[in-house]
């Protein structure tokens, strides 16, 4: 079992940067990826980004790449997605999940959501 706490969200302006942060526990934790998704208002959820167990590989959706970075740390227990340039489509609930899959296409287990607002 994987439990899965955001943090970070809030209200800022075009052009902003913010940092998400996901605290993880469970005791096998550091054996799975862990990814980025989100669901803004009257969307689907999308994927954003994601990064493998080891945190030697990362994986980015179109939309954000070169503007968010995918971290692990895993003396902290912490997963981390760094947003700079945000834009007012970036504005969504942003939620961690983290899966045993390699295919990255099944997620086991996923935390509430913060949630971030861009204003233009």
């Known amino acids: 079992q994987v439990q899965l706490v955001e943090s970070g969200g809030g209200l800022v302006q075009a052009g902003d940067s913010l940092r998400l942060s996901c605290a993880a526990s469970g005791r096998t934790w550091d054996t799975y990826a862990m990814g980025w998704f989100r669901q803004g208002p009257g969307k689907e959820r999308e994927f954003v980004a994601a990064?493998?167990?080891?945190?030697?590989?990362?994986y980015y959706a179109d939309s954000v790449k070169g503007r968010f970075t995918i971290s692990r740390d895993k003396a902290k227990n912490t997963v981390y997605l760094h947003m700079n340039s945000l834009k007012p489509e970036d504005t969504a609930v942003y939620s961690c999940?983290?899966?045993?899959?390699?295919?990255?296409?099944?997620?086991?287990?996923w935390g509430q959501g913060t949630q971030v607002t861009v204003s233009s």
């Open positions: 990064i493998s167990w080891s945190g030697t590989s990362t």
């Open positions: 999940a983290a899966t045993n899959d390699y295919g990255l296409q099944n997620w086991d287990y």
